[in-house]
């Protein structure tokens, strides 16, 4: 099976990243310089959590 490896740190995913199956897979439409474009980010949970802390001003997570 071919590893999946992260966008953003370039690691390849662990076992219990490819549970996760953490990934944004879509066609990128207008108002991106990619437009048109396919988007194919792996994102392994480390990095997420990072964009999680860091990166988003509203948390995306619901706490269960
Ligand atoms: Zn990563």
Same mark, same amino acid.
Do not use: W
């Given at each position: 099976? +071919? %590893? &999946? &490896?992260?966008?953003?740190c370039?690691? +390849?995913?662990?076992?219990?990243? !490819?549970?996760? /199956?953490?990934? $944004?897979h879509? %066609? #990128?439409?207008?108002?991106?310089?990619?437009?048109?474009? +396919? #988007?194919?980010l792996?994102?392994? $949970?480390?990095?997420l959590?990072?964009? &999680?802390?860091? #990166?988003? +001003?509203?948390s995306?997570?619901e !706490? /269960?």
């Amino acid at each position: 099976m +071919k %590893r &999946i &490896i992260c966008n953003i740190c370039g690691k +390849k995913f662990k076992a219990f990243d !490819e549970q996760g /199956e953490l990934g $944004l897979h879509t %066609r #990128l439409g207008y108002g991106s310089v990619h437009d048109g474009d +396919k #988007l194919n980010l792996d994102i392994c $949970l480390h990095c997420l959590d990072n964009v &999680i802390i860091h #990166l988003c +001003k509203i948390s995306p997570i619901e !706490e /269960e």
